[in-house]
């Protein structure tokens, strides 16, 4: 093989990279970069996308964003957006109280007690609730990362002290927990709501990395790092992470089911003050407390229309994730990419219960 | 036996940490309960003592608010040890009353939502798994992902609109009939039970879901073993090999999704007997954080934390049953 020209598409290697090693320093960061994007998100994209319950669960979540940024627009004071208003914001009294969905086009979904616009509620309550998904699946991705890796690779009195750790907030139930947090905190940000609801959501997931880790460790390829004289950060940078991803993906959608769950299940009992509809878990709080949902019967749709966006993107999410599992299970993937099969006759499904 | 104290130590260690959190969220935290109550003490009697407040917020939560850290962390650990949670002002009665009366109602009614839920979802994916492919998979899979979309609170509002006020078929709210008195009665056992149907069916239909997803998945790893081939060919009936040789290894990986559930169940349990007005530990935490009575929502909260911790102990120690090679020592088999 010839060095490789910059710029020039490369050759394709027939030999599967074995014997490319001398021309390793000669490839150029902009093909390095290619060959990685390639490889780390067009094949998997792809891959991911032939998959029904991909192709559904990634529409829902993006349908959710593109309300979350028409309320955004619609809210916004800057400059250019002020004048912009796709949907109004739910005010009391813009229109007549208990309106039945359906009726009225000016208020498809129907209005509540106070004559808020149920549909405006419902888009003007998902940027809040986009931010708490946000902050609480980030955060607890992180942290169980953190802990699992350094626990795994680290071992000794490090490892027993943050398994220990995550054992105990593994055990306490979340939502009492949360609940006694919330009473005695009060936020009222929606980054620090997402963050407290996913409290204890790292422990899980600290535990699965963490015996991943301890597999992957004793694998030839950390070894050589080892030997060649690599740090703990840049081992488990460039070796291990990678690796984990599958389970940091399932951790994500299940941290943000939890954040959805819990805060709707918080504004819903009123644990959670509020100032506006900030969440659909205060339209459910208003039919319920205010409505008498539960007893009277017309007022019922009220109590069942903030249910719907809950359901839908708790769908979707579920989806995505059983769509990933085509992405990581490695025998579905070799398959799906046309390469060599193992003759077994078995698809496990990894399935993360919880 | 060496893994049976190891894991009873555990459990141990697990409780003083909680009650050690409860402690520091009661005193350390900037605001914590102790504060918040002191502060509504002064603000009731603004023309009492400090001293006299600061005995009267330790006579309900065995805090002094005025001790010193350590001087406070000793009471409050020796007050629980004895089994004294405090006083509930909103219930007008001890904490350890007002649990004693509800905690059995709440176990009650996790214990059938569990055995149903698992009975259900583990008997629903060996027979997907069995018919792999086929309309009924597919049906029972696209369904048990919808049910499992749906939280669990949710599905009790439908259930209590729809089939408790709509329909009389069950009782929408209560622990057991108005008419009937407590006994070991039929008529009192019976309609327990026909109350609890509707405060665990949501947690059943919101929950099997996704277990018996993972149910298929590992009846269907294991139907391609080595081991269940050689069952077929020497002749044993389809019976034994489905429930010996199938069935049993499936469920094993299911132990730990059973203990994670039980934990999910106990929290929610603050919602779902809310919602039910179903009196038992999750609605009377509820009343303390409605009436902000600090020492009945630590309690809740610490006997809650405690039933978990138990639950999984019990759990745990039974799962050594079923996997023998947890106890002879071969550690990795062990997350």
Redesign the interface.
């Known amino acids: 093989m010839k060095p490789t020209d910059e710029g020039d598409a490369p050759e394709p290697r027939t030999d599967g990279g074995m014997f490319a090693g001398s021309d390793a320093t000669q490839v150029t960061r902009k093909q390095r970069a290619r060959e990685w994007f390639g490889e780390a998100v067009a094949t998997p994209a792809r891959i991911a996308w032939e998959d029904w319950r991909m192709k559904v669960g990634l529409s829902i979540i993006a349908l959710f964003v593109a309300v979350g940024l028409v309320a955004w627009v619609s809210s916004s004071n800057w400059w250019l957006l002020d004048g912009v208003t796709l949907v109004e914001e739910p005010i009391s009294n813009q229109g007549p109280t208990r309106l039945a969905p359906f009726e009225n086009w000016d208020y498809p979904l129907g209005t509540d007690v106070q004559g808020r616009d149920l549909l405006a509620g419902i888009v003007h309550a998902t940027p809040r609730m986009i931010q708490m998904i946000m902050a609480g699946a980030v955060f607890s991705s992180i942290v169980a990362t953190a802990v699992g890796t350094v626990a795994g690779y680290k071992g000794g009195a490090v490892e027993r002290t943050l398994m220990t750790l995550s054992d105990i907030a593994m055990t306490i139930p979340g939502l009492p927990l949360v609940i006694v947090l919330m009473v005695l905190i009060e936020p009222q940000n929606p980054w620090f709501i997402g963050i407290i609801i996913t409290i204890n959501v790292w422990a899980g997931l600290a535990r699965t990395i963490h015996s991943q880790v301890l597999s992957l460790r004793e694998n030839s390829y950390v070894e050589a790092s080892r030997t060649m004289g690599m740090g703990t950060a840049s081992i488990i940078q460039k070796d291990i992470l990678p690796n984990l991803m599958p389970y940091v993906t399932v951790n994500f959608v299940y941290a943000a089911r939890r954040v959805i769950y819990d805060s709707v299940a918080l504004y819903f009992l009123g644990v959670l003050t509020y100032q506006g509809i900030e969440n659909w878990g205060v339209m459910m709080y208003i039919a319920y407390d205010i409505g008498g949902a539960l007893f009277n019967p017309n007022n019922v749709y009220m109590l069942l229309v903030p249910m719907i966006p809950i359901v839908l993107l708790s769908l979707g999410l579920i989806l995505f994730s059983q769509g990933t599992d085509r992405l990581f299970n490695p025998r579905v993937r070799t398959r799906q990419a046309g390469e060599t099969v193992s003759e077994e006759v078995d698809d496990s499904t990894t399935v993360v219960t919880q | 036996m060496n893994w049976f104290i190891r894991r009873t130590g555990?459990a141990l260690?697990?409780i003083w940490?909680?009650a050690t959190?409860s402690f520091g969220?009661i005193r350390l935290?900037p605001?914590?309960?102790a504060q918040?109550m002191t502060n509504r003490a002064t603000r009731n009697n603004p023309n009492v003592d400090r001293e006299v407040i600061a005995r009267m917020v330790r006579e309900q939560i065995q805090i002094d608010p005025n001790a010193p850290l350590h001087v406070a962390y000793y009471q409050y650990m020796s007050g629980l040890a004895q089994g004294d949670l405090g006083h509930s002002h909103w219930a007008g009665e001890s904490v350890n009353s007002v649990i004693a009366g509800a905690l059995p109602w709440t176990v009650f009614l996790m214990a059938i939502s569990t055995v149903a839920m698992f009975a259900i979802a583990l008997s629903l994916g060996a027979i997907m798994a069995y018919r792999e492919g086929s309309g009924f998979d597919l049906g029972m899979t696209g369904i048990a992902?919808?049910f499992?979309?749906?939280?669990y609170?949710?599905a009790a509002?439908?259930f209590?609109?729809f089939l408790g006020?709509?329909t009389s078929l069950f009782p929408?709210r209560g622990r057991y009939p108005s008419s009937v008195d407590p006994g070991f009665t039929v008529d009192f056992i019976g309609g327990a039970f026909h109350h609890a149907v509707l405060p665990s069916a949501s947690f059943i239909v919101t929950g099997y879901g996704?277990?018996a997803?993972?149910m298929?998945?590992?009846s269907?790893?294991v139907l391609?073993e080595d081991y269940v081939r050689v069952a077929r060919l020497r002749g044993l009936p389809d019976r034994r090999i489905a429930l010996r040789y199938v069935g049993r290894n499936a469920i094993l990986p299911?132990y730990t999704?059973l203990l994670?559930?039980i934990?999910?169940m106990?929290?929610?349990s603050?919602?779902l007997e809310?919602?039910f007005a179903y009196p038992g530990i999750g609605f009377y935490?509820?009343r303390a954080?409605?009436f902000?009575d600090m020492p009945l929502?630590?309690g809740?909260?610490l006997v809650?934390?405690v039933g978990?911790?138990l639950a999984?102990f019990i759990g745990d120690a039974t799962y050594g049953k079923l996997d023998p090679r947890i106890k002879s020592g071969d550690e990795?088999e062990a997350?």
């Open positions: 555990h260690f697990t940490a909680v959190l969220l935290m605001g914590g309960a918040i992902i919808f499992n979309s749906i939280p609170y949710v509002v439908v209590i609109v006020h709509g929408p996704l277990l997803l993972a298929r998945g590992n269907i790893q391609g299911m999704s994670i559930s934990g999910f106990f929290g929610g603050i919602i809310e919602l935490m509820f954080i409605e902000r929502m630590m809740t909260f809650i934390t978990v911790v999984i990795s997350y």
